[in-house]
């Protein structure tokens, strides 16, 4: 993208553009990402391997598409923008492919499967590569202003928090309340996917005044995929980001995932897997609210990022030192505090994108915003399926056998890879932030420098 916003942002278009973090939520985190792999056993009456097979063949096949929409989004030019068009239009297609997902036909297994893996290919490609990427990647053509791109961050992920939580603890009481078990998921689905369209279209909306392609650039000959793919490959930042959000992303998805195990087997109090959530989110929504003014006056973004991982990795090392199980406030407390502070450093990730999208303006004269947001977001659901992948194999190595009593042996496995491995990847994802260049002090300089090749740029047309 070769032009960016000069207008304000008001706290209204930020709000409108944060209910497509709430869409996206709602529907990838509060219904499909939960609740897919029980409702393909449970319901739909498919093998367990079977349904874990369908999962993962959905998240490999959408992971190409993400630079190829990423390309196509920057290249875009219509009356509507360039980003918004797919809100509007892709999003209500994703919507009754989500439904699809959610009901039960008359097949045979075999042809279940058939189906099912089809629809949940289609639903991973629409609704993370195609409607995802494009609401993410407006975050940089809302304000060229960085301080206005961090609220805009923190508005994405803290109402997609409330959808999440909230979406979650309503789904189950939602489909008894509808009646019948197949007919009351189908319905379930329906009402979140409405709640999906709405929160679209109210995020595109938002950016209405912002996400306008100039008659100047509609008449220019768009850019070549040679002059495109420059904007990565000069993009250091950009590398060391993806790799630290990679890396944070895998440790969030792989410890809340074994923390089930803990809880469950070892700790003996599973109601910690509801508590922990539930209590965060007020503490999470407080943080998120004041990371732009900690931004602004306190703290770097880079700072910060350090900062919050080197936190996040008291809980795991107090377990592994002291193995407090009989101790449920502290481990109650602990997982609290690391659940807000995982929440506060993907809030840091995504306010940090944008700045890495100007450093390749600043490198090469050219924008490409999609294409970059592509690159991070795929590194983010690289890290969430590794993640799960690497627990899996975790759990067949010791010896762990689903709807039986785990050995002693297999919880010690457990326990030994819920509170080692997050250790050495704070190790990896502080490696990676401290070779991360932009400073406050960097970027100060890069912008002064940026805004004069603007100007130059729009002096000469």
Known sequence: MEEITKKKTTRWELFQFGMGGFAININNNALIAPFL????????????????SIYLAGKLCQMPF??????????????WGRYRPYLFFATPIAAIFNVLLFTVPELTTAHKGIYYGGIYI?????NNPMVGLSCQSLIPVLSADRSTRNFAA???QLLGTVAQAGGQAALMPLVIWFGEQTIGWQHTAIAYEIIFILGMWICANGAK????????????????????LEVLTVNKPLLFLVLAFFFMVMESSLSWSASIYLYKFIVKEPSLIVKIPATQLIFSIAVGLSLPYLFKSYISKRSFFMLGTALAVVYPLVLLVFRPFDNIPLLLGLGVFTQVILAALAITGWATLPDCIDYAEWKTGKRSDALVTSCFSLGTNIGLSFGGFLLGVVLSAVGYVGGTTPTPESLEGIFKFLTIAPIVLTALILLCMKLFPITDSYYNKMIIELNQMRQAKENAQ
């Open 66 to 79: 993400y630079p190829i929409f990423g390309t196509l989004f920057d290249r875009t030019k219509s009356r």
């Open 209 to 228: 005044r912002h996400d306008i392609v100039p008659e100047t650039v509609i008449k220019r000959k768009p850019p070549t995929l040679k002059e495109q």
């Open 154 to 156: 923190m508005s994405k």
């Open 122 to 126: 289609l639903c991973c490609i629409l």
């Open 37 to 52: 792999l029980y409702f393909l056993t449970d319901i739909a009456k498919i093998p367990a391997a079977m349904a874990g």
